[in-house]
């Protein structure tokens, strides 16, 4: 027995020893965020650094497993080969839910072994102990990238962010240049992105793609030049709509500096890289210099907007240090807001005044002089509540889209007539009809035998009545918003999609397409506290590689339905609208590039409308339709969201869509995917453009479930924003 109980001990030693060992074997360093801020439920960039004592090169798998929201758990798998004595960095994307708990790593090899496997506790109730900060919805997060200077890192202690829902933080989150995200979504979570003189040398291509994409997608992006332009075949430069001259000394006059917030008392010179507009570009604000170009200019790109400074504003005299502060609000607001609104970004003091979706946008402001936003507890305590997160006017209309995906018969509530009688049966099966066949073959002993046997009979037999009422042919519902720009070849595709089945397992989804992000989604409470979140238990598993997310398996359980939600850029829309307006005459042309047949069309402009079609597949069309009077701004839609602590509700105002384009469709237009999209709409809606709706009929989903047969019901609409011809374009110069 002395032996036995030493050769299992040795043999756990031994055991021990091989796991510490292999533990050993790797050193993983991971980095959450941008500098540790991060928006729950939305993208987030995971850095990863690993090295080892490996004397042979190592092929195997990264995973980052983490709760994404109250039902889904993500786990990204990135294939990497380990090379000893050189370390290796991956970058990869997630989505982390608010109060999440744990995170977990692993490496695996080849074979599918652990190799490595770690938990990080992501969540403490003790804020100054997490690795991570939630940014609130009313909060502004400012990416900043390369040497920033010039008070730019001051924002947090000296200004706020004023929008739709209150005042909240400035948030910002600076990056190496080696850690800059890899993939468009690494930026998702950010309001701006600020490029500050970086050494474009040292960012690779798929860095600079990544930041076009997502500027294309409706990202916010201010540049700074200094000492190190970008070069002209530099990967960003095509999304950016100036062209860059070579630098001059150039005077800045009192009034730009009045204009910047600066201390206009004496003009200042600096050495500075004129811009020049680009043909396509629509400027929206410019500040010209004095030999011709201009020293800034912001102008839209695709969905998002880029402005460019000219010049390293730490050239500017010391003593204009003292208002530099001023000096980025100016350009980070410009940045932000919407040229065209006229109401500020503020919440009004009557909760049933509509507060127009343009201003629900995030935007910055200076704190009066003397306040610390940083040190002041009582301006921070209104807001600042660690432990609760109000979800986003966008997350709100994706509740009201996953209510259309769950409209299904099998997921409506069971009638309570079926347990009634189930009830019912049993009771009697087991009380008068068990007795008296019992006594009439005297046999009232095998009471316990035959209650057993029915309590046996029922429990099986309601477990598959249940199926059989939950049963029924699988269903893929699916709702697709396709966007584009008139005249630019960039468009995006997002899909809100879900999956019923009457057998519950894990499917393989099949027609992925390169450069799709997908992800769960499921629906939130207005008001989400860290102690109230759900499991997660739904395990997602997608691999990440060249630019794409794609799901290897998704776990459907009969009792609910499992969402997903794609994203994707797309090379164009599937069709081309131009328009010319004389008057009151209108000429349309539509032009139908895909299988599907264009059921019908609606323009809808900022004083009129028109629904047009159909138009058949790949063909073109004319129309000379009358116009509509119409106000989409006064006959809205309205969305409630609660931004005043508990203290009231107020209503957002978004355009409403004439009745052709279908309800769900029209709530996708501000859910997550789409909403910044739809911002830069609405924007160029009131600046004389018409938003080109095209309804198809029968599209095909983007993808299917493999070998599995299944009901399809898919809502596929495109938007295209179009300028009409004669109709200009606003511009504000300075």
């Known amino acids: 027995m002395t032996k036995l109980t030493a050769m299992i001990l040795l043999g756990l030693i031994c055991v021990t020893s091989v796991h510490a060992a292999d533990d050993d074997e790797f050193n993983v360093s991971p980095t959450y965020g941008w500098d540790g801020y991060y928006r729950p439920m939305e993208w987030t960039p995971v850095e990863v650094g690993i090295s080892s004592d490996l004397k042979e090169p190592f092929g195997g798998t990264f995973i980052v497993s983490a709760p994404q929201d109250g039902l889904n758990t993500l786990n990204v798998m990135r294939a990497f080969v380990l090379t000893p004595e050189v370390p290796q960095n991956l970058v990869l994307v997630t989505k982390l839910a608010f109060g999440m708990g744990r995170c977990r790593l692993e490496i695996r090899d080849q074979r599918g072994r652990m190799r490595w496997d770690q938990g990080v506790d992501m969540w403490d109730y003790s804020s100054g102990n997490r690795p991570m900060r939630v940014v609130q919805e009313r909060d ?24 739709g829902q209150g005042e909240g ?23 701006l992105l600020v490029l500050y003189d970086p050494d474009w040398t040292l960012l690779r291509d798929e860095q600079l793609e990544a930041i076009g994409r997502w500027v294309s997608n409706g990202g916010r992006l201010l540049i700074v030049l200094g000492r190190h332009p970008p070069a002209q075949g530099n990967r960003l430069m095509p999304h950016v709509p100036f062209e860059i001259g070579e630098p001059r000394q150039t005077t800045l006059a009192e009034e730009k500096l009045a204009g910047w917030q600066l201390d206009a008392t004496r003009s200042e010179t600096v050495t500075a890289w004129p811009l020049f507009p680009r043909p396509n570009a629509i400027l929206l604000k410019s500040v010209k210099a004095d030999q011709g170009g201009y020293l800034y200019g912001l102008s ?75 040190q002041d507890a009582d301006h921070q305590k209104p807001y600042n509540e660690e432990n609760r997160f109000r979800i986003s ?33 049993l009771a009697l099966l087991l009380g008068p009809v068990d007795y008296l066949v019992l006594k009439r073959l005297d046999r009232l002993p095998w009471t316990w035998v035959t209650s057993t046997t029915w309590i046996v009979i029922f ?22 918003v396709l966007d584009g720009v008139g005249g630019v070849d960039d468009a995006w595709a997002t899909c809100y999609a879900g999956l019923f089945s009457p057998r519950s397992a894990d499917y393989q989804l099949e027609g992925l397409a390169p450069g ?151 709530n996708a237009f501000l859910a997550p995917g789409c909403f910044d999209r739809t911002q830069t709409m609405h924007a160029q809606l009131r600046q004389g453009a018409a938003i080109v709706c095209a309804v198809f009929a029968d599209a095909p989903p983007p993808f299917g479930v493999k070998d599995r047969s299944y009901d399809i019901d898919h809502i596929k609409v495109a938007r295209q924003i179009v300028f009409p011809r004669g109709v200009n374009k606003e511009e504000d110069h300075d």
């Not at 990056?175 to 690494?186: F, H, I, N, Q, S």
């Not at 429990?459 to 893929?476: D, I, P």
Request: with cysteine; charged share 20%.
């Open 140 to 163: 502004l997060l400012v990416g900043a990238v390369g040497t920033p200077q010039f008070g730019l890192l001051r924002l947090p202690r000296e200004t706020v962010c004023v929008s």
């Open 169 to 191: 933080t400035v948030c910002v989150g600076n990056k190496p240049l080696r850690m800059v995200p890899w993939d468009w979504t690494g930026f998702v979570s950010l309001d």
């Open 300 to 374: 839209y790109a695709g969905f998002g907007r880029v402005a460019v400074l000219g010049f390293d504003p730490a050239q500017l005299s010391p003593s204009q240090s003292t208002h530099a502060t001023g000096f980025w609000t100016t350009h980070i607001a410009a940045c932000l807001a919407d040229p065209s609104a006229e109401q500020a970004a503020r919440v009004p003091d009557d909760p049933d005044v509509p507060v127009n979706v343009g201003a629900y946008r995030r935007s910055i402001a200076l704190l009066p002089e003397g306040e610390d936003a940083s």
């Open 393 to 425: 006017l966008a997350q709100i209309a994706g509740n009201q889209v996953m209510e259309h995906l769950y409209q299904l018969k099998q997921m409506r509530p069971l009638s309570i007539w079926w347990v009634i009688l189930t009830l019912a049966a």
């Open 459 to 480: 429990t099986v037999g309601a477990y598959y009545g249940v199926q059989a009422l939950r049963g029924g042919r699988m269903q893929l519902r699916a709702i697709s």
């Open 516 to 666: 799709q992000w997908w992800s769960g989604i499921a629906p939130s409470q207005e008001e989400m506290w860290a102690h109230q979140l759900g499991s997660a238990m739904r395990q997602i598993r997608c691999v990440q590689e060249d630019g794409s997310n794609l799901p290897v398996s998704v776990p459907i359980n009969i009792w609910t339905v499992q969402s997903l939600v794609g994203e994707s850029p797309l090379s164009r829309l599937p069709f081309d609208a131009s328009i010319e307006r004389r008057g009151e005459e209108l000429a349309v042309e539509i032009a139908n590039f895909c299988d599907e047949a264009i059921v019908s069309a609606v323009l809808v402009m900022d004083d009129a409308y028109v629904e047009v079609g159909p138009v058949p597949a790949r063909s073109t069309r004319q129309f000379r339709p009358k116009l509509r009077p119409f106000n989409p701004w006064r006959d809205t839609q309205r969305m409630m969201a609660n931004p005043r602590g508990g203290r009231g509700m107020v209503s957002f105002t978004v355009p409403r869509y004439p009745d052709s384009v279908p309800p769900p469709a029209a």
